[in-house]
């Protein structure tokens, strides 16, 4: 049982021997040549859908992932292989619609196989299939890791590794390379990206001649061991003595995966039948003999006589039509009262109906003059409502005003009231004063 983690989906040699494609028959170096063959496929797609490089790096890594789980007898290494990239471009935040997708590798597909590039319809059934079948097999993947596709991947390690080790600026794009490289092999389910990121550093420094420090080894710095390193280099020198891999059908659960129609519909073709359009020279050499048999047959005097027969015939037909020319026929006459009485018809129906129209238009003008009266009795009641209304409002307004002003009136005479009667008292108090 293989368990995934977020930073350990990793094998052994006897786990890769004993792969699922192994027990479906599938040999070791076939094995490899798909595997190197699907990696191709996502790199060259990263780059004519201008991905960057950790976008094909993650999609190789699962690539290998699924594979070292699922046989390539089950699934076919080309929709694998675009599922993959399609995923790692939606983990890497630089997504890509499907279509981009299905149309690259459709013209891959076509250029290798030695195809002419022909124009994918999006709105056919082939594309619509390839579109299922990519959305599918991404579901498969993410099934198949268990939802966890973090990848760590060795690049990040070499700018930090080859800075300790104070090398040449040079050494950093081949062991960037070497890194690239190695992405086409199983090493990332292997080995940890430290143990690679060291092989790539080593086999680069050996191209270039470049010593490291090995007292005390410089390996033993970055957690990595010396046979993990020589198995890197290895795996990488057997990578670069291999031919380029081609595909191989290798599915069994049908005919061979396409991303084009040709290469299916080439192997398809029916076989037309040829069918003679004319019929045999025999037939017309036969036809020909009877008619000149039968020719001969014929008599002067039979001749004769049709030739008779054909005259009377002739003269008959002129004499009738002659007559027909001279004398007018009933039928005709009949006819032209039938026209006549028709027209006739046509015009008293044409002028009744004019009539009618005329009394329907002078019925709707009445009915228009009447509902306008009775728009403009009703606004004039509508009026003479308001206007009362109005009147009694003032009435009440009126009303009100001469109530205030009424008893206005009666507190002024209250208070003139009271004050004449205050100066009298004091007028009466002076005067008995006064007479005291």
């Not at 076919?76 to 939606?90: C, E, G, P, Q, T």
């Not at 990040?156 to 086409?184: H, M, V």
């Not at 606004?379 to 001469?402: A, I, L, P, Q």
Request: aromatic share 6%.
């Amino acid at each position: 049982m293989i368990y995934t983690a977020i930073d350990n989906f990793y094998l052994t040699d006897e786990q890769l021997k004993n792969s699922p494609s192994r027990k479906d028959d599938i040999d070791e170096a076939t094995e490899t040549t798909l595997r190197i063959y699907g990696c191709d496929l996502i790199q060259e797609s990263g780059i004519l859908l201008k991905l960057p490089q950790a976008v094909m790096a993650t999609g190789q890594v699962l690539f290998h992932r699924f594979y070292c789980k699922k046989s390539f007898a089950r699934f076919d290494v080309k929709i694998v292989a675009a599922s993959s990239l399609w995923l790692a471009s939606k983990l890497e935040e630089s997504p890509r619609r499907a279509r981009q997708v299905i149309i690259v590798f459709h013209k891959m597909e076509c250029r290798r196989e030695n195809l002419p590039i022909e124009h994918l319809d999006l709105y056919s059934k082939k594309f619509s299939d390839l579109k299922a079948e990519l959305s599918r097999t991404e579901r498969h993947i993410l099934k198949e890791m268990g939802f966890v596709c973090h990848v760590e991947h060795p690049h990040k390690f070499i700018s930090n590794y080859l800075a300790t080790l104070e090398t040449p600026p040079e050494l950093r794009q081949e062991a960037w390379n070497l890194a690239n490289d190695s992405l086409r092999t199983t090493l990332c389910v292997r080995f940890k990206s430290e143990v690679v990121a060291c092989g790539v550093v080593y086999a680069a420094a050996r191209r270039f001649q470049v010593p490291l420090p090995e007292n005390p080894p410089w390996w033993k710095a970055f957690d990595a061991e010396k046979s993990g390193i020589d198995e890197v280099c290895r795996v990488l020198a057997h990578l670069y003595s291999l031919p380029k891999a081609q595909y191989s059908p290798v599915c069994k659960d049908g005919k061979p995966f396409t991303f084009s129609t040709k290469s299916a519909d080439s192997q398809s073709q029916p076989i037309s039948k040829e069918v003679p359009l004319s019929p045999p020279a025999n037939n017309n050499a036969n036809v020909s003999n009877t008619t000149i048999e039968a020719a001969d047959l014929e008599t002067e005097g039979a001749k004769e006589a049709k030739i008779k027969i054909a005259l009377d015939k002739l003269k008959e037909s002129k004499q009738s039509d002659d007559e027909s020319k001279s004398m007018p026929t009933e039928g005709d006459a009949r006819e032209e009262a039938k026209h006549k009485s028709k027209s006739e018809h046509r015009t008293e129906s044409g002028g009744e109906k004019s009539k009618e129209r005329d009394r329907e238009r002078e019925r709707d003008r009445e009915r228009d003059r009447e509902r306008a009266k009775a728009r403009d009795r009703d606004r004039g009641r509508d009026s003479d409502r308001e206007r009362e209304r109005d009147e009694t409002e003032r009435d009440r307004d009126k009303v009100k005003d001469r109530g205030h002003r009424s008893k206005d009136r009666t507190k002024d005479s209250d208070r003139d009231y009271r004050g004449s009667s205050y100066s009298s008292r004091e007028k009466d108090r002076h005067r008995h004063h006064s007479y005291a």
